[in-house]
Nanobody
Framework: VQLQASGGGLVQAGGSLRLSCAAS????????LGWFRQAPGKEREFVAA??????????ADSVKGRFTISRDNTKPTVYMYLQMNSLKPEDTAVYYC??????????????????WGQGTLVTVSS
């Protein structure tokens, strides 16, 4: 079982980045997926989540209107993306992708997620 996050980097404020997460080793097309982030000295926080079929998406208020979550279930490896626009210095953090078993519904709660990627660092300079 593996979740592999990628796409982080250094970007200026107002710029864009696209994060990717490749999920393999399970039937992740049946799992809810989400993005969390952890800034230096802070607790990990919810960013966005997407339902199994991609029909429902949820965002933290701090990123609503700037970030877009999506997924691709068409291949054996399930991909999830986070398009981040209008980035701000306060978006600087390590971003983690995570997968939630089919029967779990509380997408805001990190403890509902069973599998985690290793994280990818996003740094937004002012």
């Amino acid at each position: 079982v593996q979740l592999q996050a990628s796409g982080g980097g250094l970007v200026q404020a107002g710029g864009s980045l696209r994060l990717s997460c490749a999920a393999s080793g399970r039937s992740f097309s049946k799992y809810g997926l989400g993005w969390f982030r952890q800034a230096p000295g802070k607790e990990r926080e919810f960013v966005a989540a997407i339902s199994r079929d991609g029909g429902s998406t949820f965002y933290a208020d701090s990123v609503k209107g700037r970030f877009t979550i999506s997924r691709d279930n068409t291949k054996p490896t399930v991909y999830m993306y986070l398009q981040m626009n209008s980035l701000k210095p306060e978006d600087t953090a390590v971003y983690y992708c995570a997968a939630r078993s089919p029967h779990k519904q509380r997408f805001l709660d990190e403890y509902e997620y069973d599998y985690w990627g290793q994280g990818t660092l996003v740094t937004v300079s002012s």
